[in-house]
């Protein structure tokens, strides 16, 4: 059994800062990619940061120069460093993992179950 949780969001003021944190547990063999989406109600799940295939990082247009992705292979853990927040940065934060829980098995999505994040102007 796999899981994903996520933790350090809030509420914070325009300007301010949060780090996320995503630790994944489990019967877990292999990681491929950790990344972080967001949704807000009544939109489409949309990526945050994350690495997607190769090794380069990627982030939405809306975080670039902002927001910062981060992994600790080691741990299974997964990082978001979020500055100079927006109001429009509002959203529930999923973290989602590629991963395969026995050798030579495929790779399937998991995802955890969310933390909000709020920020007022």
């Known amino acids: 059994q796999v899981q994903l949780v996520e933790s350090g969001g809030g509420s914070v003021q325009s300007g301010g800062s949060l780090r996320l944190s995503c630790a994944a547990s489990?019967?877990?063999?292999?990681?491929?990619?950790m990344n972080w989406y967001r949704q807000v109600p009544g939109k489409q799940r949309e990526l945050v940061a994350g690495?997607?295939?190769?090794?380069?990082?990627n982030y939405a247009n809306a975080v670039k120069g902002r927001f910062t992705f981060s992994r600790d292979i080691g741990k299974n853990m997964a990082y978001l460093q979020m500055n100079s927040l927006k109001p429009e940065d509002t959203a529930v934060y999923f973290c989602?993992?590629?991963?395969?829980?026995?050798?030579?098995?495929?790779?399937?999505?998991?995802w955890g179950q969310g933390t909000q994040v709020t920020v007022s102007s």
């Open positions: 489990g019967t877990i063999f292999s990681i491929r990619a």
């Open positions: 989602s993992a590629y991963l395969s829980v026995t050798s030579g098995g495929s790779y399937t999505q998991y």
């Open positions: 690495i997607l295939g190769g090794s380069a990082t």
